[in-house]
């Protein structure tokens, strides 16, 4: 990626490296900081983008909704696609400071979504096998439960055999949530690097689970954070879900932004960015090397 030589010294300049970078516990603060930043410049484009995103969702559900067996298999892997479109157009947002919404389909026309679709592919397959896991290793426990509640066995007698298995059903439960965050990890990043750095479904998922294992701790806070506030975004009847949900995706493209990019402080090739002490800034990018998407 060519940098503006012309820049002045103050002026960030952000260079997208292969290898990520970690950012430690603040990172997750600071992703969520972006996401808003992304969100309030452009409040009611966002609202509209994410309303189409449903509307087309739904539609595209209903659709193969009628195809048997088919249609419920194929039906998330599309809109998987068109969920990779909500980060593209953060990212153009980001690069130009300005939103297209036909950017929503662009994992589609750009000849990507095979890419994307096999990343959830293995993302969805981790998760499926930690779910026969934690079968099989809570089988001996969940058998007995059913087999007294298909014999009529007494309430008593059928709450004290969970009791005497709760190690086997809280087994089956950190089971499943061990391989549900590995999942997570497999395709957070994913979207962003498939659309925009133009990585194959492979190399994608495992540059996505080295960038989790380098920032746990600042993963861990960001999903606590979001988790709180997209809890908080239902109480005044869920109205509030119209901006958290731009903001998971735009804090999401935020975490990418601050992992995968090098942050130089003006043309003294200073690389304390590295570190993660620096703040990137929306209307002061260096040039992208995607100009397939920002043009």
Sequence with gaps: MEQDNNSSQTEPQEVFT????????????RWLGLGWDLIKERFWMWIGVIIIYFIVSLIISTILGFIPLIGPIISPFITTVLAAGVVAIAHQQYETQRIDVDTLFFGFYNKRYLSLMGAYGISFLILLAGIIIAILVSSAAMMDIIYA???????E?????????????????VIIAIFG???TAAYWFVPALVLVNGYKAFPAVKASLAAVKINLSGGFFFFILLFFILAISLIPFGLGLLITIPLSY????GSYRDIFYHHNIGSQGNNGGIGGNSTISLNKTAESN??????
């Design 157 to 173: 007698i059928i709450a004290d055999m969970m009791v005497d298995n709760a190690s086997g059903f809280t087994l089956f439960f």
């Design 18 to 29: 292969p290898i990520p970078q970690a950012r430690g516990a603040s990172g997750g603060v």
């Design 149 to 155: 509640i298909n014999s009529d066995y007494p309430d």
């Design 250 to 253: 735009t804090a999401m493209y």
């Design 181 to 183: 965050a590995l999942s």
């Design 290 to 295: 995607i100009g397939k998407l920002v043009s």
